[in-house]
């Protein structure tokens, strides 16, 4: 009998027949003799129709009644999927963030977990019952509610698979797993089997959509394997854990492509100690996400400043470097949009000298022009054009022989 | 500077217009120096939504997990209008049921409040705060939420004006307050500005959907008086207590009409102890309502049961006598449908006669035939054809000369 928590996204959930079809799976785990605990998203849409009606009200609403109002889309599908168990002749029961003692820190809208105590969960377990958990949200010193802020339902189940010492924990979202490459660029992208924390951190922050990287984070920090895994379908997803027993022989576990960036670039601010910190100081001030960076000294004294920043960004960090360079007196602005970041992510890479050289060559043999570069111990990042974006997701893909 | 607590139902708070407009009407009594607690009901329609739902998934979904689902609609409307509040520089915060100390036992969708504690309410209001109260919900010993049944909102408010010791307890709907009659039956109905709880519990039981019965017990009971007036608009509305100023000179408050009734007749059943008992046992069991009740006895020792049930329940309660007469092996049932309740209430007919006489007589002037009486200290009630109810109300309402 092994304790099983599974988590099931807004997709999953997104209405009746679809919580319906979770209740299968659910019970069918219980059936085996499994301990369950499922830990369920808000219904797909709802959370951004509630933010919505609140911004509606209000331009910037109050974090502590956003997260009163965003709370019940969670505790809506608990209840809901709790009752579609029982119509499947399983005793189960729901329990809020706060029931099943997830504390945290009183930050509304992004607070951090600070400690787990599980609530009743364990009797509930023994007791034969599947336990259904809000995720997104615990709950603070006051008693007041708080959520997790974006993908906070994956950490509830993370912590929770940690706080229970759970055998297995199951993310189950709309993807089969996690891919060798956007299956939708590269056709013959390939599952990935499994994939160490370090490798699927890398991934989440540069474009792949499958989990946000505070929760792999936790899953590092705790070292909670989990699996990634669909939950329109039975096949086996991607393991995520400390160590993979392939890791000699990858040197690259995939290709990652965001398509979401503008470049800046700051011409001609004096070379001079804090020029560059001021520039970045006003960004963030101004809450700009500031992502690769490279920076040149020209002639003369004279420096140059790139970065990307998310394109949403782009008009704020524009505005913010504006103003700070009103005040050195110095430099000007100018933005690229329509820039995409290509990314390859392996630990391999690490213990293996040649990898940026065959990316680099690849590129080139292609004609795509690399305009920065960053790197990792484990990643390099490349800036391109958005054009050229999906031209080198499959170039790199097929020169790491990541189809094979 | 008073203490105000003011309920708000779903027609009130249905979208975000309305909520904004009842945030304005707050604001006004905030800036006139009073402490407000607001109670709100969920959006107008959200609670039915909810529990279509749960019984897509479930014929007879769990008690407590409905509370779990049902509360989330209350807990979305304390965060929008907190929020619109917000928005019009009111400081305000929300407060669940449970975290504004309304405590109740565990009998899940229809729990009873034990004590009320007001939990930081009072704080809130020292501090200068409008505090927003989810109604129709409370928390149990266990800490889960429970909620208190239909018109649970009304009730909230009245507990907690009783509880903080208020000054005054408004309760807003979507009608001016309580008219002598309803005014799309008598065009010349006349508000009632004064009204005493008995008549007030008489008026909601028989079928004046303004105020459901428990709030006013409730009322009546900790001597909360309170006033029910519209959220459309400026108006008075009508003001419930204890005693009126006009209470020598009226005989009759108002006339009230329940459309909704079928006739029930039981024939020749044996007239002897427990028969009848027999039959209401089994009523009982099916969940019916019984209201009116006619027994004669006739010829032989054979007796004769008349009643009346909500139309709703017709079907229930022809099956349970069915079954039953079978078990005494005598008797048979008839129904007829399309029977109204007209009924004339007010605490003056307790110590003048005359009432009943001049009640009948005038029904029977317009030849409108009785089919059943019942009779309290304070009411008279008439079951009559559904086709002359209307004319029943506006001649009944002529003879007490209500429009004068």
Redesign the interface.
């Known amino acids: 009998m092994a304790l099983i928590v599974q988590k099931y996204g807004g997709t999953s959930v997104k209405d ?1 027949d679809r ?2 079809a979770v209740a299968d799976r659910i019970a069918a785990s219980h059936r085996a003799g499994d301990q369950v605990v499922v830990v369920v998203s808000a219904r797909g849409g709802v959370t951004n129709r ?1 933010i919505a ?2 911004k ?3 331009p910037e ?2 974090d ?3 997260d ?2 965003l ?2 889309g969670e ?2 599908t ?3 999927a ?3 168990l ?2 499947l002749g399983v005793p189960a ?2 329990r ?1 963030g706060g ?1 099943a003692g997830i504390f945290t820190d009183s930050v509304h809208t992004k607070a951090r977990i600070t400690e787990i105590r599980g609530g009743d969960v364990r009797e509930q377990l023994e007791a034969g019952k599947v336990v259904i958990v809000a995720g997104f949200q615990g709950v603070d010193g006051h ?2 509610t708080t959520t997790l802020g974006r993908g906070g339902s994956d950490l509830s189940a993370i912590a929770l698979a940690a706080a229970l010492k759970a055998d297995l924990c199951q993310i189950y979202t709309d993807v089969d797993g996690v891919y060798t490459a956007d299956p939708r660029i590269v056709p013959d992208a390939k599952k990935i089997p499994e994939i160490i924390y370090e490798e699927m951190l890398e991934l989440a922050s540069l474009g792949s959509k499958v989990m946000q990287s505070r929760a792999v984070e936790f899953a590092n920090k705790y070292n909670v394997p989990f699996e990634v895994r669909s939950s329109f379908n039975n096949n086996p997803g991607t393991i995520v854990k400390a160590e993979t027993s392939t890791l000699e022989d990858v040197l690259v576990r995939g290709v990652a492509c965001d398509k979401n960036q503008t470049k800046v670039v700051v011409s001609d601010i004096p070379d001079q100690p804090g020029a560059a910190a001021k520039v970045f100081r006003s960004l963030a001030e101004a809450k700009v996400n500031v992502d690769m960076i490279v920076q040149n000294v020209g002639r003369q004294g004279i420096a140059n400043l790139t970065f990307t920043v998310p394109a949403d960004d782009a008009y704020r960090a524009d505005r913010a470097v504006n103003e700070c360079l009103a005040k050195l007196g110095a430099g000007s602005v100018s933005r690229t949009d329509r820039i995409a970041k290509v990314s390859i992510v392996g630990v391999g890479m690490q213990s293996h000298s040649g990898v940026a050289s065959l990316m680099f060559s690849t590129l080139a043999e292609h004609g795509i022009n690399i305009q920065m570069i960053s790197t990792s111990e484990i990643k390099i990042s490349v800036a391109i054009s958005l054009d050229q974006a999906d031209d080198a997701v499959r170039v790199l893909h097929s020169a790491f022989e990541l189809n094979k």
Request: no cysteine.
């Open positions: 009746l919580i319906r509630l009606d609140a509606a009200l209000h609403p109050d502590r009644e956003l009163v109002l709370s019940i505790q809506e608990i209840a809901l709790t009752i579609a029982h119509a029961v729901s809020t029931q008693g007041f």
